[in-house]
């Protein structure tokens, strides 16, 4: 069975005709998945019966079933689904006045391990195919009112998206294209802990999207301790990729930093970072940590936060505090996923 989320305009149009049927089938086919948001071919009315059960019998639409849904009262809402193989994965949708941003995960668990994060727990399971992580789109899409769809996606949940790159590449080219949800690429943000030989072949894809790179630490032997892969991947050897990726694309890098009281945002702390984001076209997001029980971290309390934008913005960074959503709920990224595992364990 083909996944039809995970097939390019083309691709659908091309097994279509392998099967004997006209190429406008295919757009037809698309309209209903992506503009009316109908995603069973039995309802696709102005296909004839043949052809649905043709469909019904070589494609799917979708595959995983959401096993859990939590809502927060500023109506964050976190999706667990539960894909064939019984692999768990978490998506996020983050409604706002203008936007409807959907954060979705990009791998089942992930090897990089960063010592504050859920996800990394348990390891890697495996990778999500392009299919899956559209598929995760379309469940937050299927929340919203129908006079409303999803305007950004950060691939910046659960997994280590430049570990799944072709996976990544081809599901952000799906929905960016005119014929599927046509989001902007500029309201496509990626997100990794920085692979240098990645983000180079990134820099050549001819994608307008955002390259977020999680930093968390403004030094080498800190972000060791935070972020395992740094071990391989050293700082000045991310910020020669980021140039490269500049120098490419003409976009901004954003600069992902978690705060960790007394760990990460002492002012020496924001003044190393603040001469890593001014050596390169790079602006910072600051998070403030959503506590993970199993970890030990903390977050850093609001004074310490305000003092570390402060001393950003003193030094001509430009700096943004990223709004914690979803406090209410399992909201830190892989905490559903590994609550329901402890539960069925
Ligand atoms: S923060 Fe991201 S890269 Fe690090 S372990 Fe969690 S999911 Fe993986």
Request: aromatic content about 6%; hydrophobic content about 40%; some cysteine.
């Amino acid at each position: 069975m083909i996944n039809i989320l995970g097939l390019t305009r083309q691709q659908l149009k091309d097994s279509l005709s392998e099967h004997g049927h006209p190429s406008y089938r295919a757009d037809q086919i698309l309209e209903w998945i992506y503009q009316r948001r109908v995603l069973d071919f039995a309802e696709m009315s102005n296909l004839s019966k043949t052809l649905r059960a043709e469909l019904g019998e070589n494609f799917t639409l979708g595959s995983s079933v959401v096993q859990d849904v939590q809502r927060c009262p500023d109506e964050t809402t976190k999706f667990l689904l539960r894909w064939p193989d019984n692999a768990l994965t978490e998506t996020v949708l983050i409604p706002d006045v203008s936007r409807n941003t959907v954060c979705v995960s990009s791998q089942v668990g992930c090897a990089v391990g960063c010592a504050f994060c859920a996800s990394g727990l348990d390891g890697l399971k495996r990778s999500l195919s392009a299919a899956e992580i559209v598929e995760q789109v379309m469940r937050a899409q299927a929340e919203l009112p129908e006079t409303q769809r999803v305007s950004n996606v950060v691939v910046m949940g659960m997994g280590e998206p430049l570990a799944n790159y072709d996976s990544v590449i081809r599901a952000v080219s799906i929905i960016n294209a005119e014929w599927s949800l046509n989001i902007g690429a500029r309201h496509i943000t990626v997100s990794t802990i920085g692979i240098p030989k990645m983000i180079r072949k990134l820099a050549h894809e001819k994608l307008q999207i955002t390259l977020a790179v999680s930093l968390h630490a403004g030094d080498d032997q800190l972000r060791k301790k935070l972020v395992p892969w740094s071990d391989k991947f050293t700082l000045p050897q991310i910020f020669a990729a980021i140039d490269y990726y500049y120098e490419k694309t003409h976009r901004e890098v954003t600069l992902e930093y978690i705060l960790l009281e007394g760990v990460n945002c002492s002012p020496a702390d924001a003044d190393k970072l603040a001469r890593l984001a001014q050596g390169s076209r790079c602006n910072v997001n600051l998070i403030n940590y959503n506590p993970v029980a199993e970890t030990g971290f903390e977050p850093a309390s609001r004074q310490t936060v305000l003092a570390f934008q402060q001393r950003l913005q003193s030094r001509g960074v430009n700096v943004h505090l990223r709004k914690s959503r979803g406090q209410q709920i399992d909201a830190a990224c892989g905490q559903l996923r590994r609550r329901s595992q402890s539960a069925t364990k």
